[in-house]
């Protein structure tokens, strides 16, 4: 009786590994249904999602001018303090003082991009960039300002 | 205190399994008393990645701290955002809309599915079967997509927020999840054919882990692990939250008390988180899918506790307010360290190789059990 079934648990054995192996081999003839990304060879065709959450930008118009208040109110949303803004007084024409930006600083190390900053921002002035190619060799080189030189706040924006 | 590395006076071997070892899938350390290849004693040392989060959260407002949670249990953070914000809402007393919550749902199942498929990949592998891994990936991938397009992040989502969601669906959200639905259904009667109808791998798992109904309610073993011994612990059935109550599924209850319970567990949830969706994904009301909420959220002076069903078990918030706007103190209720402190009961008597069959079916996170 025990080598009846012992028998029989070999054959179940082998048919089940069969079972197995049938699907195994299914994948093996058929190509088309592999959907492995050749990443460091298809750079220049992939496409992210529209809201991929890569790292923070400020978004500059072809004025070099953006919609940045310096309100700080994405500085306090931030749980990580990713965010440092500089405020300076510009002298308008009519001889007032208005705040305005000197530096954004952030520091992309810190960023856990949660999208806080985003969705407390006024006046859309920031926005999640698609790219996620990050690494560096030094840490220093993480830490981005992120208003380019000589911008402007748009006008009308307050 | 703890036994040194080597024999002790009975002569029984004293080992390390971890904090670095492929079986472990994280910073797991188990010191293990062996006689022979039999396992007399398991002991896990825990705080390796211990992050802290609990004192993180008591310094960061009421926003800010669901984004930590989804460090805990990384696969299954979805639900631990749903269970922080839950919480925050009950104590304001916020109405969520009826189109946030029917999303919350949706996606706190696709999680579902994508945690248990890593779960099965991972101990397939562990067990020695090598290509779930990758047929597992494969379908998980899927769900990754449809998290990045509409959340804009693959892992760590952070997409709940006291009150709602922080955006509204992806356009073409309901079409990828209804061809992942049709997809998975076919895929998932193949994981049946690789792994759960396979001669070997049953013998593997039956009767191996054994954990009584009576030691599972006294270990506080809860989710798949828990029902696979036949203790009815489905928060969503029990205590329904979000739309739970709204939607027909079935709670999975096996009375094994193995780790091929457990599993099975496992599997056929997957199917009744299809249902679920399925049932779901052509009834999203329209409307809004934010509450409107002030800027600074304060919770009134009092306690709050929320429970939810996460991937592995229940998950526990409570927090007590001070009527500020950070939480003076947050405490979390993770289902991986209940059903950890049960894995030493189940090994006990067992040999040394099946160790890795109870750990698989546990389905151990380890941040999730260090915070």
């Known amino acids: 009786m025990f080598i009846v079934k012992y028998i029989k ?22 190509h088309k249904e592999i959907i492995t990304e050749q990443y460091p060879d298809n750079r220049n065709t992939l496409v992210m999602a529209d809201r991929f959450k890569g790292e923070v930008v400020l978004t500059h118009d072809e004025n070099n001018e953006h919609a940045c208040t310096g309100c700080t109110a994405c500085e306090l949303a931030c749980p990580n303090a990713t965010i440092k803004i500089v405020t300076k007084f510009d002298i308008t024409p009519e001889g ?5 930006i000197d530096k954004f600083v952030y520091h992309l190390e810190l960023c856990t991009m949660c999208n806080l900053c985003i969705v407390a921002c006024p006046t ?17 080189e993480l830490t981005k300002i992120l208003n380019k030189p000589d911008s402007k706040i748009r006008a009308g924006i307050e | 205190m703890f036994e040194e590395i080597g024999t002790n006076t009975e002569g029984d071997l004293i080992i390390n399994v971890g904090p670095q070892h492929p079986a472990t899938h994280g910073v797991l350390h188990l010191v293990l ?13 825990l705080g390796y990645i211990h992050r802290s989060i609990e004192k993180m959260c008591e310094s960061l407002t009421y926003r800010q701290f669901i984004y930590v949670t989804s460090r805990m249990d990384y696969l299954s953070a979805h ?127 039956k009767g191996v882990g054994l954990l009584s109904k009576e030691d599972a309610v006294s270990f506080g073993v809860t989710g798949p692990a828990g029902r696979g011994s036949g203790v009815s612990n489905d928060i969503r059935k029990l205590y329904p939250y979000a739309v739970y109550d709204k939607v027909q599924f079935e709670e999975i209850l096996e009375t094994g008390c193995d780790s ?4 099975m567990v496992r599997i056929r949830e997957m199917k009744q988180s299809i249902l679920i969706i399925e049932q779901l994904i052509d009834n999203i009301p329209e409307g809004d899918f934010q509450a409107k ?10 306690e709050f506790y929320t429970r939810v069903e996460t991937a592995r078990g229940e998950l526990g918030v409570y927090i007590v307010s001070e009527g500020g706007t950070t939480p003076y103190r947050i405490k979390f209720r993770s289902p991986g360290f209940s059903n950890l402190s049960a894995l030493d ?16 079916t546990l389905d151990l996170v380890i941040p999730d059990i260090d915070r």
């Open chain 1, 9 to 30: 648990e070999v054959l179940s054995a082998i048919r089940s590994l069969l079972v197995g192996m049938r699907r195994t081999g299914y994948y093996f003839t058929h």
């Open chain 1, 96 to 100: 007032k003082k208005k705040k305005a």
């Open chain 1, 124 to 140: 859309d002035a920031i926005k999640m960039a698609q790219t996620f190619e990050h690494s560096v060799y030094d840490r220093s």
């Open chain 2, 33 to 45: 008393t062996l006689n022979g290849e039999t396992i007399k004693k398991v002991e896990p040392h």
């Open chain 2, 79 to 205: 639900i631990n955002n749903h269970a922080c914000a839950i919480s925050v809402e009950k104590g304001m007393q916020l109405e969520v809309p009826e189109r946030a919550q029917v999303i919350r749902v949706i996606m706190d199942e696709l999680t579902r599915i994508a945690s248990h498929e890593l779960w099965w990949g991972a101990m397939a592998m562990d067990i020695g079967a090598f290509t779930p891994f990758f047929h597992a990936f494969r379908e998980r991938e899927k769900i990754n997509e449809i998290m990045e397009e509409t959340c804009g992040a693959r892992l760590t989502m952070n997409y709940y927020v006291p009150g709602g969601l922080m955006a509204d669906l992806h356009p073409d959200f309901q079409k990828k999840v209804k061809e992942f639905i049709i997809l998975f259904k076919k895929k998932i009667d193949e994981y049946d054919e690789l792994v759960t109808g396979n001669i070997i791998f049953i013998n593997r798992m």
């Open chain 2, 260 to 263: 091929l319970a457990r599993y």
């Open chain 2, 293 to 302: 909420t002030k800027a600074v959220l304060k919770l009134p002076k009092g």
């Open chain 2, 345 to 360: 009961k189940m090994a006990r008597g067992s040999k040394l190789g099946d160790l890795v069959a109870m750990m698989g």
